[in-house]
């Protein structure tokens, strides 16, 4: 006679408790940028993320390839930044996809320009004033205080999506804003210490956080934005009485470098060249891990300043 084995009480009970949690469908997400798809992998860990862009690229910039195509074809929300920052691309890869779901004012497309208020909006642009966006800087993700608004939205935007799922995200949800208040109180320490300070910049990458963190961005590498540095124009900066109280020159990683090393060699302030997104990599591989690692080479820097 054949034994039939018999399950521990215990076992028993954790598949039967297994098999009472809601089916889990599949769910497709496309990311425009690495720092929607670090909020969505908080919320729904279990879901496909197609990510178009990385830390290395300008979003600005992006080929509607035909992989991504495919993949926004298949998707059931699409998460991009708006404000016109993949004004270049972003409507040629809806067209093509032809994913009825994700269209403008559809549930499938979430722009996370729309669920804040944006910094220096403009009522006329023109080509004159290089690449401006007439909604505002669109590189809010570095907004300490507009990052929890945009992922309460996205919150029910996914909840509505997945109604199963509702409570697993809130949860979720839920732990990450204690990790991002607990970030938040770090980066406040920090912001005593740096208020006050200033920084050379290249572009609006970092803007929010700076203005948050109290240090001004008197110069600019780009002549205007979107436009590479030039040598007349970085002349000028030489010749600014700015630049002997910055404390150094911040750039993104994507970024080219040229106009920063010779703004550097010539008047003796560092270069930092950090990630302008997440990267996936240890210590850069949620949007609080960067912007502590960001605060944390700010700080650095200006020690190094004091002490010299």
Request: aromatic share 4%; hydrophobic share 45%; net charge negative.
């Amino acid at each position: 006679m054949a034994i039939k084995p018999r399950l521990p009480g215990y076992a028993l009970g954790l598949i039967l408790c297994l098999l009472a949690l809601p089916a889990q469908a599949g769910l497709r997400v496309f990311a425009c940028e690495p720092e929607w798809a670090a909020l969505a992998r908080a919320l729904v860990p279990e879901a496909d993320i197609t990510t178009a862009t990385s830390y290395l690229q300008d979003p600005h910039y992006i080929e509607a390839r035909p992989s991504l195509i495919a993949a926004m074809s298949r998707a059931d929300i699409a998460l991009c930044t708006g404000a016109s920052l993949e004004g270049g691309w972003l409507p040629t890869l809806l067209q093509r996809a032809a994913n009825p779901v994700i269209q403008p004012g559809r549930e499938g497309l979430f722009l996370a320009a729309e669920q804040v208020e944006l910094h220096s909006a403009h009522d006329h642009v023109d080509r004159s004033m290089g690449d401006v966006h007439p909604e505002g800087n669109p590189h809010v993700h570095l907004a300490p205080d507009r990052v929890p608004v945009i992922m309460a939205a996205l919150v029910q935007r996914l909840q509505a999506l997945q109604p199963a799922s509702a409570a697993a995200i809130q949860t979720r949800y839920v732990r990450w804003r204690v990790r991002w208040n607990n970030l938040r109180s770090q980066w406040q320490a920090a912001a005593s210490q740096l208020e006050g300070r200033s920084v050379v910049v290249q572009h609006a990458s970092f803007a929010y956080l700076l203005r948050w963190l109290g240090i001004a961005m008197p110069l600019d590498l780009e002549p205007k934005p979107g436009l590479p540095p030039s040598a007349g124009h970085l002349n000028t900066l030489l010749g600014s009485p700015e630049l002997e109280r910055v404390s150094a020159i911040l750039i993104a990683s994507h970024q080219g470098n040229r106009g920063a090393q010779w703004l550097s060699e010539q008047s003796g302030k560092p270069v930092l060249t950090l990630p302008g997104t997440v990267t996936g990599e240890p210590g850069t591989d949620t949007l609080g891990d960067l912007i502590s690692r960001i605060v944390s080479a700010l700080l650095e820097t200006a020690g190094d300043q004091s002490g010299g």
